[in-house]
């Protein structure tokens, strides 16, 4: 089975505007990660949320963990060009210890000017 | 701001072949790990080293693959044998702390196997 579907898989909106992604899982986790990867490039931790917390805000990203639902959801708000790029959710599974990560497919989020 | 490097950037070898990725760390780190992306899939765990062995595989990483520390400050991953479809980007992560759980990542290897 897939850990981590994100949808849409792909999403455009324009400059300014607010993105929301979402993000389902199978297992039970410690802890939900948000990643961004600009095209071709490495990934850069966004934001992290235990298993215990329900919202977390970082400068203009909102997170949000449902555990009964097995669900996440990444709101970027007044999305600017440079937060065109794919963002992936990752989980920590506590069976596996807090080491391996499992990401999801991605969305790819394209912000038009 | 301290990161993860990783060299090359790109590597093209020949199917049959030998290909050893590098990748340093953040000093002070203690916890490394492989990731790859087969190109417009999603990142796959291959592998991660604590403490001077492996503390956990996927079944991707098989005899093929190797990891070591040799000198205390690169992380390589050697694949003896390389297949075509080992062809991917190949991230290296690095982690303090377990507690926070926060993995950097490096900029990757795109492997390219001909």
């Known amino acids: 089975s897939q850990q981590g579907e994100e949808d849409p898989q792909a999403l455009s909106i324009q400059e300014g505007e607010n993105a929301t992604m979402n993000c389902s899982y199978k297992t039970s986790i410690n802890n939900l990660q948000w990643y961004r990867q600009n095209s071709g490039r490495g990934l850069v931790h966004l934001i992290l949320i235990r298993s215990n917390e329900r919202e977390k805000h970082s400068g203009r990203l909102r997170v949000t963990l449902d555990t009964s639902k097995k669900s996440s959801s990444l709101l970027i708000t007044a999305s600017r060009a440079a937060d065109t790029a794919s963002y992936f959710c990752?989980?920590?599974?506590?069976?596996?210890?807090?080491?391996?990560?499992?990401f999801g497919t991605g969305t790819r989020l394209t912000i038009i000017p | 701001e301290p990161e993860v490097t990783q060299t090359p950037s790109h590597q093209v070898t020949q199917m049959g072949q030998e290909v050893i990725l590098r990748c340093v760390p953040i000093s002070n780190h203690l916890y490394f790990y492989w990731y790859r992306q087969i190109l417009g899939q999603k990142v796959e765990f291959l592998v991660s080293?604590?403490?001077?062995?492996?503390?956990?595989k996927s079944e991707i990483f098989d005899d093929q693959f190797s990891v070591e520390r040799p000198d205390g400050s690169n992380f390589t991953l050697k694949i003896r044998s390389t297949k075509l479809e080992d062809s991917a980007m190949y991230f290296c992560a690095s982690q303090g702390d377990l507690a926070k759980n926060i993995q950097y990542f490096g900029a990757g290897t795109r492997l390219s196997v001909l």
């Open positions: 990752a989980t920590a599974n506590p069976n596996f210890g807090n080491e391996k990560l499992t």
């Open positions: 080293f604590y403490n001077n062995e492996i503390s956990e």
